[in-house]
Every structure is written in C-alpha cells, then in structure tokens.
C-alpha cells in the first residue's frame, strides 16, 4: 500500500496544544495502526485502521464497529471539550482531520502539520458545531487516498440540546452506515494505486468493484415496525452514489452535513458525493412483519475519463468502473412497535439568502498539464495566493464553476473551518438537472457536489478562527494531485 513516502517536516512527538489552561472533558486516545481483518471468505484482509478509547469522561464516547475496519465512532457534544491524542504507527506520514468540525488551524490537521511513523500529535478543541454526522480521516498531501482506501476513516456524532428536543430514534434506532467502494485481488487484499489505470484514472478518480458498507459487503437489521435514524457517509475516494429504497418508497431526509435540516424532506433518491452525509429517518410503521426493505446504492456514472461524454448516461450504471447496484442494508422487520411521528419541525434553520452588495469569490475548477487544479493552480503547502486571502468576521459568496470544456467530471467540493449554505446552482446542463432533486441543498454543509458545466454558489462567514485553512476537492485522487489549495483568514 504504501508508496514513496513524503518527508515529514515536524519531529516524533510533536505537540500543537498548549496543554496546560485547557482542561478536556472527554480525552481520547487515537491509533492508527495496521492490522488484519477477516472481510470476504478465505485469506483476511491486510488494512490500516483507527483504534480509540476513552482516557477520561464518559466512557461510552468511544465505540467501535465490530467486525469492520472503520474507525471508532466518537460521540461528542456540543460545547464539550475534547482532547484527542493521536498516534501514528503507519509506515507513512499522516494527520488528522475532523471533517465539518469548526477547529482553530493547528487543530485542524492540516497536511504540514503531519508526524512520521511512531510520531504523535495533540488536538484540543471545544466543540462548536451544531449537532450532526461528521467523521475523521487522515490528511497528508499526496496520500490522503492512501490512507483512507487503507481503512482510515471514523465518524464523529455531535448531539446538542436543539436535536434532543427533536426526539429523533435513539440506541439501537439510531444506525450509522459508511460507504465506501474498494477493489480486492484474488488474495483479498485491498487494490488502489494499480486500480486507478494511469493517468486516465487520476483524472477521473478510483472506483473499487465493490460496494462496501461498514467495511462490509452488506449489513442486515432485524427492525422493528417503527421509525429508524440513519445516518449515511459517502466514504469513497471517488465515487458518487444515488441511493434509493428498494421497495420505491420516498426516502425522508432529516440532515445534511451539517445537522438537521430545518424539516423533514421527502425524497425519490438522494445523491451523496464523497464526504457528504444525509441522515434518513426510515419509517416501518407500515410494513407488515417479514417485510425486507434494503437501501439502495446505485452508482452513478459520469463517464469517468470521457471528453465532452456529457450526455445520456446518468443512471444507466455499466460502463467499465461501475459497481453493480448494491443492496447495502437490509431491514427485516420482525416485529411491532409503536408508532413514532415524524417531527414536523426540526430546528432553527432559516432558508439562506445571500444580501445583494457581498463580497463574491470566483474559483474555476481547471485542468492544466492533465492535472486537476483550482484557478489554474495546484496545492503548495504555504501558498496563499491573494484571491486567497480573507478577512476575519466577513461573510461572503464563493463560487464554484465546473466548466471545463474537456473533461467532464463532478467534483466535490469542500471548505474547511466553515459550514456555509447553497444558494444557487447556475447553469446545470438539462440533461443533469434531475439530480438537483437528490441533492439537500438547503441544510447546513460542508462539501458541495459541483456538476458538469455548473457554478454553484455558496454563503459562508469567516467569523470562528483566524488562520491557515484548506479548500479542496474530496476527489481523494484530485485532492492528491493537487487539486487543494489553502486560504488565510486574518
Ligand atoms: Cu474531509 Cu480536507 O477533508
Ligand atoms: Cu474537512
Ligand atoms: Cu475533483
């Protein structure tokens, strides 16, 4: 798995935190480590995952997914202060990242922040964000797919005092589903960098042949008639999924990346690019005992490395780097329950809108010397460019515009240290623009998907941290080859 590796500028035990005025609630202890796990039948499977566990405050803030691969998953909330100590034991430099989490720079895990094999490093942090469904994943430049394909991925659950008056499903009905798609050879060991087909590959991404869910190729729930929450990742590299029921009811849409959405939202399909999240509340309450309902991924397919391959194929699946459609949780409902309502409500969200006189930033998704890049420009590790430069406490409109007249590929983008809104999508071709209604772009997010031939628009405010924070594609093979840049916020 690992290729060359990269200098690691920071020393063994390198510390960010002043640990002395900062009193944690909750310390965790996070390994990363290789490891073997028995997957699919015969040989076990060679990957790298995340150990944690609690050092001090409630114990059940850490818990593992059993017979996977993914992280922990840590449950945090709102207001909590959270000191996290991790540990590299990978033969390859790596950091952490709190995905969607609002964290002062030095806790962001940004790549010049990363330890060497054996190195650790100290995050401490108050949790600011709402609650909602985050995760964590590693981020050194050049290997961050790496390390993710390897198994390096957790989630982060925030709760908060608005979700509880929600009075969302809880313990057993609340389920937390990561997908992710991972090609394996014969001896069952994880395939990335081979798979990726040279260059063509790093221009369009990595597709594995399988649909995994928690690591695994399906998981099975005995349910109850009544109302379940569940929570979905799109982990994957590259790949974008429609996700469906199988028995074509709506879906039910509670939250977005960023937390609940001000109400529920019904559905046909939802569309999740890589590093977004939904949260689905699954209702039984009309199915009759023995009734199986699976969630659906179906992969959708751009055309991978096509030029100018806009047209007809959304949905059709079957081209060279598809998966098969995937059954990836399947509910058996044995039995009854009461009836839960759906909330009418949610929370405090009202729609963005954006006033007339902001500031708006433009960053053209650009291909130069058959490289991803952002503005013409591709990732240097100190380089703020002076469209780059923000100033503390601003709030303003970014635009994303995915006009490429040769390579026609979405692209998932994503900011750090701000959650922003959706305001607008211009220009989506006619043949794309039924996915809009997959999309949940009136909840609170993090990443955006950025389809061909669009500029979306975005309304963030710069007024939590000062400092040195990243934007980025979560194409972890874009992001790798540089399709990443920072900004300054001061
Ligand atoms: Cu999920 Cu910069 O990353
Ligand atoms: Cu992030
Ligand atoms: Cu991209």
């Not at 060991?189 to 260059?199: D, F, H, N, R, T």
């Not at 974008?240 to 199988?246: E, K, L, T």
Request: glycine share 12%.
């Amino acid at each position: 798995m690992a290729g060359a590796l990269p200098l690691a500028p920071w020393p063994n035990g390198a510390r960010a935190a002043t640990a002395d005025r900062f009193t944690p609630d909750l310390e965790i202890e996070l390994v990363a480590r290789p490891d073997e796990l028995q997957l699919l039948p015969g040989p076990s499977t060679d990957v790298w995952r995340y150990a944690g566990r609690v050092l001090k405050g409630p114990s059940d803030a850490v818990q593992s997914v059993p017979g996977s691969y993914a992280g922990p998953i840590f449950r945090f909330s709102t207001g909590q202060k959270v000191r996290i100590r991790f540990k590299n034991q990978i033969p390859q430099p790596s950091i952490v990242h709190w995905h969607g989490l609002i964290v002062p720079e030095q806790m962001d895990g940004h790549p010049r922040h990363v330890v060497p094999e054996g190195g650790e490093y100290l995050y401490e942090f108050t949790v600011r964000n709402r609650a909602g469904t985050y995760w964590f994943h590693p981020h050194p430049h050049g290997y961050t797919g790496t390390q993710v394909y390897g198994g390096l991925a957790g989630l982060i659950l925030v709760s908060d005092d608005e979700e509880r008056a929600a009075r969302l499903p809880e313990g057993e009905r609340d389920i937390s589903i990561v997908l992710a798609d991972r090609t394996f050879d014969r001896a069952n060991q994880l395939v990335y960098e081979a798979a990726m087909g040279g260059m063509m590959g790093g221009m369009s991404g990595f597709f594995g042949e399988r649909i995994l869910a928690n690591g695994r190729p399906a998981l099975s729930f005995p349910a109850a008639s009544g109302a379940y929450r569940v929570r979905l990742l799109n982990g994957s590299n590259s790949r974008i999924y429609r996700i469906a029921r199988s028995d074509r009811k709506p879906l039910v849409a509670i939250a977005s990346d960023g937390g609940l959405l001000a109400a529920p939202e019904t559905r046909s399909f939802l569309v999740l690019g890589p590093a977004e999240r939904a949260e689905l509340w699954l209702d039984f309450h009309d199915a009759s005992s023995g009734s199986k309902i699976a969630l659906v991924a179906e992969p959708l397919d751009f055309g991978g490395g096509g030029m100018g391959m806009m047209g007809g194929m959304m949905g059709r699946g079957a081209r060279t780097r598809t998966a098969a459609p995937s059954s990836f949780a399947l509910f058996t409902v044995d039995r009854g329950a009461s009836r839960q309502a759906l909330p009418a409500r949610l929370a405090e969200l009202a729609p963005a809108a954006a006033p007339r006189d902001l500031l708006r930033r433009e960053f053209a998704l650009t291909m130069g010397h058959m490289r991803w890049g952002i503005n013409g420009r591709v990732f240097e590790m100190d380089e703020v460019a002076p469209h780059e430069r923000i100033r503390y406490g601003d709030t303003e409109v970014w635009e994303f515009s995915n006009r490429n007249a040769m390579m026609v590929m979405p692209h998932p983008m994503h900011i750090h240290g701000v959650q922003f809104r959706v305001l607008e999508r211009i220009g989506t071709p006619p043949d794309l623009q039924g996915l809009h209604a997959g999309f949940l772009d009136g909840g609170v997010k993090d990443t955006v998907l950025v389809l061909p031939g669009e500029r979306v628009r975005v309304l963030l405010s710069f007024k939590d941290y000062r400092g040195l924070f990243l934007y980025h594609c979560h194409n972890l093979v874009h992001e790798d080859m540089g399709m990443m840049r920072n900004f300054r916020v001061a």
